[in-house]
């Protein structure tokens, strides 16, 4: 006789818990794929309770015991810039070829709203998550100290440790500072936004640590920043800070291309000729700057190489191997 309680909507993880003598944290975690912290006979119990009251659909029972969910959430801020799409495209790509699918939320780089989405996706039973330029947020420290399968790609694990694909950024501001330096700039400067992440700390502090160790004090550098999540305001804004302070550099990194091209923007409207009279170099390597940018140096970073690591990465945490950090190359363009 068909069991009249599966596939009932009113049943709960509340339900599941009571009839297994477990917790609901229990429940949530062994339902979403994630067994590391509870015994095997735990999670035998409570996928038998799952089955007999029947609060998955069949489906999606299947799945939980034999693990063949191909989703993979990827969580990614402001999917308007180019290096986040660069990201997305090649991780996607990546994915499909290995036959998985992925997933692409925009968490416009809100921990609230990169909660949200944590949560949603676990309720999808994604076997992994891709988090591109992470923030700290409750929800993302939870899975970490439960062992998500999780890569971090671009910014570190704000809790430490786990898997990570990224560049060395301190060394592409060093190498941004000997690129001008070998140009000839004698008054150097950097832009970048007053809400910086890791990434842009990182390259700003090696560009400043390089020039300091070629004898250059710090007031011989100029720093500017700007507020706001558009890197486009951010330059336009930073450089005009720069001329307000009456600093005029003769070459300046930008921690971004696109922070580039709004100084750019400025630059003209205040009659400064780029390269002529303040040379830029940015870090990404946008495609687009042979089109749209000659007049800019830029390190660039094959992020259409990042999805192959990814991947790579996410298939070693699921074989349960210790996570490593890939660091991808980069060059002066």
């Excluded at 693990?67 to 180019?82: C, H, Q, T, W, Y």
């Excluded at 060395?168 to 992440?197: E, I, M, Y």
């Excluded at 971004?256 to 009659?271: C, L, M, P, T, V």
């Amino acid at each position: 006789m068909k069991d009249s309680k599966r596939g009932s909507t009113s049943a709960s993880l509340a339900t599941v818990a009571a009839a297994t003598g477990v917790s609901i944290a229990t429940v949530s975690r062994i339902v979403n794929g994630e067994t590391r912290r509870a015994s095997a006979e735990t999670v035998e119990r409570v996928r038998q309770a799952i089955e007999a009251i029947g609060y998955q659909p069949n489906h999606v029972g299947r799945t939980l015991r034999r693990r063949e969910s191909r989703l993979v959430a990827m969580l990614a801020p402001n999917l308007d810039n180019p290096v986040m799409s660069a990201i997305a495209a090649s991780t996607e790509a990546a994915l499909r070829a290995a036959g998985y699918v992925m997933i692409l939320c925009d968490t416009h780089d809100q921990p609230e709203l990169q909660d949200d989405y944590l949560n949603a996706m676990r309720a999808q039973v994604v076997r992994g998550y891709v988090i591109v330029a992470s923030v700290a947020s409750p929800v993302l420290q939870d899975f970490v100290s439960d062992g998500a399968p999780i890569v971090f790609v671009n910014r570190r694990n704000p809790f430490g440790g786990g898997a990570f694909v990224g560049i060395d950024n301190v060394k592409a501001g060093a190498d941004a500072a000997d690129h001008l330096l070998s140009n000839g700039v004698n008054r150097p400067g950097v832009l970048f936004p007053t809400q910086g992440s890791t990434v842009t700390r990182d390259r700003v502090d090696g560009f400043c640590r390089r020039l300091l160790a070629h004898g250059l004090s710090r007031s011989e550098i100029a720093t500017a920043h700007a507020p706001g999540l558009s890197h486009l305001e951010v330059g336009y804004e930073a450089a005009r800070n720069l001329l307000d302070a009456n600093q005029r550099p003769t070459g300046l990194l930008c921690v971004s291309d696109q922070i580039a091209y709004g100084a750019y923007r400025f630059a003209r409207e205040a009659g400064i000729r780029i390269p002529d009279d303040c040379a830029l170099v940015g870090i990404d390597g946008n495609r687009l700057n042979a089109w749209i940018a000659p007049w800019l140096r830029s390190i660039h970073v094959r992020y259409e190489d990042f999805g192959g690591a990814v991947v790579e990465l996410l298939l070693d945490v699921w074989g349960g191997k210790t996570p490593v950090e890939r660091i991808m190359p980069h060059v002066m363009a």
